[in-house]
């Protein structure tokens, strides 16, 4: 089982940047694939980035390609979601989540454990 805490959340003006950190515990990180989705007031639960248990491949929702990076630490058991130029569309509450011995995967249903979300507010 692992636990997982997001942090770095915040508000920031449109065409700024946020990097979110997601803390693991436990010594198998490395088994899970991670991921970022996010939810917006009244809105599903969407796929943000993905990353693979390496670290080598990442996958991003098109709405947000070429503007947020996903990368992982295997060392210190963390995974990270660097956003530049951000919209107002981007506001809300992201989430982190792990997929024991997957590959990454933007299908929710994939993950089996989830942080409890921070909150991003981009403004205009």
């Known amino acids: 089982q692992v636990q997982l805490v997001e942090s770095g959340g915040g508000l920031v003006q449109a065409g700024g940047s946020l990097r979110l950190s997601c803390a693991a515990s436990?010594?198998?990180?490395?088994?899970?694939?991670m991921c970022w989705f996010r939810q917006a007031p009244g809105l599903e639960r969407e796929f943000v980035a993905a990353?693979?248990?390496?670290?080598?491949?990442?996958y991003y929702a098109d709405c947000v390609n070429g503007r947020f990076t996903i990368s992982r630490d295997n060392g210190v058991g963390t995974v990270y979601l660097q956003m530049n130029s951000l919209k107002p569309e981007d506001t809300a509450v992201y989430y982190c989540?792990?997929?024991?011995?997957?590959?990454?995967?933007?299908?929710?249903?994939?993950?089996?454990?989830w942080g409890q979300g921070t909150q991003v507010t981009v403004s205009s």
């Open positions: 989540a792990a997929d024991q011995d997957g590959s990454g995967s933007s299908y929710r249903g994939d993950y089996d454990y």
């Open positions: 436990g010594r198998t990180f490395i088994r899970y694939a």
């Open positions: 990353i693979d248990r390496g670290g080598s491949t990442a």
